[in-house]
């Protein structure tokens, strides 16, 4: 799980997801475009940096989710300090919860493999940490944003560290009308009429705080975690005939802590991490008969390793789970517990032109049997500091989630992990000039999922069988430039994808036919600059259209989003002002049929810093 | 002769390019006689119409003549003699019924407030809307004058599936997100309930025989945690007295549609895990099935004697509307929309 490596005197702690996923094809996301939506939430960050496809039922504070590669929300998997947040009953996580400025870094691994991610990888993972800064040093800031249609957004934290100590926290708050004009049709006797709405019902408040303590002595390390948040969302109607009318609500809570232990003796390292997530959820229809429906979950997650450094060049590495996974929803009929235990074991070999990670892992579940998971990559430099290739092949799983094993009616316990295996290899080509750095960076990827898990209906219900085969191939491409002095910064960065996410079953009626809300082409364009304490940024971003799930076409999505950070400092106090637009080009578009997002908006920010 | 092999190639390319290019949304006008399939979809239902005449179908119908959307998860349709009424249920308490020159399903109007209409039944100048998950109402269009009375009758719980006999609207109360075992009895004149008749429990689907006997098909309470339907089964109300005797059914249909007669109204088809044939004189059901498949609505062509099934396998992939002789016979299988549930055979 976690190493020391040595970086003079600074200790760096490595996890073991980073030790064997450095051939993986992944984005880190600069920390000059995060500084530009630091108050925003993770889905709308990474809609403008990187080839995830986002979906969201309208408004900021709606449910929000990231598909990679032809993947679906429950086929990627997210990951806090090390533990996986997918939720239980669904697979899916709710991005529109995750605060982008919670984190000190975010890595989005395309294509992340099942040996060392464990389930829901099909399409990739996305990490998000905090991490440690073991030098003196102390920072408390205050940051307020205020957006069009009555958004305001609160941000306060606090850094304290030393060379043994450790701690950031963080309070955040949002509150938003959503109350942003839209241009619907309505049928008349005389045809179809473009007629103007007001969104309503898309209220949303949300509170959220997260604590990162670390601390090392000796050959020790602790760490420790809490990150508490909640939302309250009123979900709007949809588009159509007559002014989308709903009352529906939703309520989302979640608290989840993590703990763990690093200790290095000689060339051996031991970890230990415990975490404990609760997730809560409280839907009510709008109905003044109805009950408002329930849904909560609980899981211990616990993780032992260890890593043995066998010489310069070769790393051992060996972990065992153990999780107790409760969900306690109504519709299941009971409470359920689940337990599942893993065992892991991987190699790195590592020369000054090669890296080569392999991996495999074994999971038991106390319900479902999960295939046996391996991972083999390569990085290997052919041309030192200009061309690296890459090369991988994994397999991935993703165990049925609680809605599809117990819900009722239609949970069926005899449905198999989804599973498959992929493989894929790019070229990385790097120069450093005068003129500053380029890369390019080019992907071909290719990934089967054999045993897709599919609601259908059955008998008038629905019922989640395992039906056929689901083929997703493409190509990703990148390209970068950076340039950096003491008084000037740049990134331009444009990234292309185009997938084709395919039912793969002859014997299905869709055999061949491109997969609902996967669109084939992805461009981002990010440009960032910073002129002394001015940065200012401009992003793109272009989806093709796409079909919704009754095949219904929804146009392209065309993006424009502008801001400027200005910093002052005066007698040590670091002031800011953030302006951004986003949408700048007033686009009316939508991400989930039928459900529009906003047109042009405004926001202005101020920060303290002490 | 190579210029003009030239030539005409340019041209055809540059129509190609041209028809690709045009504006796909273009309303249509065409007359639709034929049959017409409801489709519920996943999130936006459509209408597919069928010209049996030239096997011909064009799905997305509603959206092709009128350039916007059905709307969520439409559930039942109806026809006048002008017009074809439509209620769509959506999902977030905006249900509305669209009505729709029946000629060509041109819009003609909408009437919304409705919290979760489910069937609409035509009598005479009157259209009877059900609406409601949990007490629920029925709501009484004018055709003439396309106007929606204010007043509701209240009914049981969850009401679906109407019919009317001797001037008499029997209602099945389903239940809705509840529980229901009743059918209300309105008179239509006076729109008043007047009788409530119990039947098995979760009544949602009703025929009419040639003995003026109704039919209705109950589902039952789910049991999930052993897969048993408590209760279920078919009731047959007496046009008499109203008195009622029941079939059992230990595996029932969960669709709305689950159950349908023959043209001579002696035969009555239902669903359970296939679909049965039963004389209406019977004193027991059926041990033999007529089709061997189980599908989520059936309906018989009035012109025909043709039944209509609906066999959903998918919540996102067009499905098919099979066709079967009354013996049994699969005719013609047609792709349809997302999640058909019913047709209605406009001719």
Known sequence: MDTLVHLMNVNVVQSRTKLLSDADKKDEIDSFVIQGYLNSDLSYLLSKTSLATISNYGSYGALSSVRLRGGGAANTTVLWNGLPINSLTTGGADFSMINVGAFDEINVVYGASGSIYGSSTFGGAIELNNNPVYIKSSELSVSYDAGSFSNHRLRGGGKFSNSNFSYSGQVFASKGVNDFKFIDKELTKDGVIEVEEIMSNAETTDFGTIHSLFYKFNRHSFNAGVWYQSKDHNIPGKMGQGIPLSNQNQKDSTLKTVIGWNCICSNTQFNVLTGYITDGLKYFDGDPESEPSKIATRRWINQVGGRFYLNNLLILSAMMKYNRLIGDVYAYGKMIVEEEQAISLAAKYQKKWLIVNSSVEKEFNSITNPPLMFALSGLADLIPQRVTLRAKISSHYRRPTFNERYWQSGGNLLLNSESGTGWETGAIFQNATQLGFFTIDINYYFSNNDNQIQWVPFNGLSKAVNTGKVLSKGIETKIKWNYDCNTYGFIVQLAYAYGQAQYNDPSEKRYKEYLSYQPRHLVRFNASARINDLLVGLNTSFQSLMYDNDNIKMKEVFLTDANCLYNIDIENIDFGITMRVENLFNYSYQLVYAYPMPGRTYWIGLTFKI | ????????????????????????????????????????????????????????????????????????????????????????????????????????????????????????????????????????????????????????????????????????????????????STVSVIDINTKKVVDTVFVKHCPKDMVIDANGNIWVYCSGVPNYSNGTFYNSGISKISSTDYSVKSFDLSNPSYAVKSIAINNAKDQVYFITDAVYCMDIDATSLPINSLIDDSFYGIDVDPLTDNIWACDVKSYSAPSDVVVYSNTGQELKRYTVGVIPNSCIFNR
């Open chain 2, 1 to 180: 002769m190579k210029n003009l092999l030239k030539f005409s190639f340019l041209f055809v390319t540059c129509m190609l390019v041209f028809a690709a290019c045009s504006d796909d949304d273009d309303a249509l006008s065409i007359e639709m006689k034929g049959v017409l399939v409801l489709n519920e979809g996943s999130g936006t239902g459509s209408i597919s119409y069928i010209k049996t005449e030239t096997d011909s179908i064009l799905n997305n119908a509603f959206k092709q003549v009128n350039s916007v959307d059905l709307g969520s998860y439409p559930q039942a349709m109806a026809l006048s003699d002008k017009y074809i009424f439509i209620t769509v249920t959506t999902n977030t308490g905006a249900g509305l019924v669209e009505v729709v020159d029946r000629s060509n399903l041109k819009h003609v109007t909408y009437f919304d407030g409705f919290s979760y209409p489910r069937e609409i039944t035509v009598n005479g100048n009157y259209a009877y809307v059900s609406n409601g998950k949990y007490k629920g109402a029925i709501h009484t269009i004018s055709i003439s004058a396309l106007t929606m009375d204010e007043d509701s009758i209240l009914v049981g719980y969850g009401p679906e599936k109407m019919i009317v006999n001797k001037g008499k609207l029997f209602v099945a109360n389903s239940g809705g997100y509840g529980t229901d």
